[in-house]
């Protein structure tokens, strides 16, 4: 096995074991809260979603722009972009769906028109289109250029969505932790809960993120060979007609 | 336990469980089509080489 091979089974098993010790934690240690009661317990995966979508789009959108700069493009940057894409769109639609199963018993709905909802929603749309548009046939340029420059704009709504708590007037709360004074309301065993999510969801993340750009990195790889085999076979075909 | 605490942590354990499988799976399956057209152009080189 290879120095990375071992270094990302290292990264797999230890977000695992972090995500267990984190649940354990969520659902056994911690108290209950005075006015939630154990409805609390999803602050320890809901927030740290949420920041996994925000980390996500933001790696994308670094690796997007030093993609579309001609002297750094490369098919590396693209192929990280679309991996933390994918990654990113997944945590969104866990965020969306632990925030939903949070907010039936906490405000008696699943789903309703809020601000922060619709702008999460509207951004787990924008970077579905995003990965939409990398299945279009094109050149491999092409397609980098072009999700690059989708991938910039749908990163407008990123801080939309964080923000909209403020801008508008919202059922939901404003963020425990990332707030703008950085006033963590959250203290005790509830905290390093908390933290904890947060290192292990990241960890979960990175990887994700390596195995599917490896994967991708393959599969291009793959693509190249398969189209040297195919002029192979008809430079072979062209000389037993010659 | 509150049963949406349940359901949710349920949800995000089947999901993350759900989506390291498929990479893991889509992964070993790139890998594996990747060493057998390699063995199969090194295989087509030979004779080549040979000459």
New interface residues.
């Given amino acids: 096995m290879s120095r990375n091979a071992k270094l990302k089974r290292g990264v797999g098993i230890t977000a695992l074991v972090m995500i267990a010790i984190t649940f354990w934690l969520g659902l056994y240690v911690t108290p209950p809260a005075e006015v939630m009661g154990n409805l609390v317990r999803m602050l320890y995966i809901h927030p740290p979603m949420a920041w996994i979508a925000y980390l996500a789009y933001g790696i994308t959108t670094a690796a997007s722009l030093l993609y579309l700069w001609k002297r750094t493009r490369r098919r590396e940057w693209d192929l990280i972009a679309a991996a933390s894409a994918e990654a990113g769109v997944f945590f969104t639609g866990l965020t969306i769906l632990t925030g939903s199963i949070w907010g039936r018993p906490a405000w008696g709905v699943w789903w309703t028109w809020d601000a922060l909802l619709t702008s999460t929603a509207v951004l787990f749309l924008l970077y579905l289109g995003y990965l939409a548009l990398r299945q279009v046939p094109m050149s491999e340029t092409k397609r980098g250029v072009r999700s690059a420059i989708a991938a910039l704009v749908a990163f407008i709504d990123v801080p939309i969505v964080h923000e909209s708590v403020y801008w508008w007037k919202t059922l939901h709360q404003t963020p425990s932790v990332l707030n703008p004074s950085m006033n963590v309301e959250v203290h005790g065993s509830m905290a390093w809960a908390l933290l904890l999510g947060f290192v292990a969801f990241t960890m979960a993340y990175v990887w994700m993120v390596w195995t599917r750009y490896e994967t991708s990195k393959r599969q291009a790889e793959l693509a190249d060979l398969e189209v040297e085999q195919a002029i192979r076979e008809r430079l072979a075909v062209e000389e037993v007609r010659l | 336990?509150?049963p949406?605490?349940e359901?949710?942590?349920t949800?995000?354990?089947c999901?993350?469980g759900g989506?390291?499988i498929v990479?893991?799976v889509?992964?070993r399956q790139?890998?594996l089509?990747?060493a057998k057209?390699?063995a199969?152009?090194q295989q087509?080189d030979r004779p080549l080489e040979d000459a």
């Fill in positions: 336990m509150n949406y605490v359901a949710g942590y949800a995000v354990t999901s993350l989506y390291a990479l893991g889509r992964s790139v890998r089509r990747l057209l390699r199969s152009a087509a």
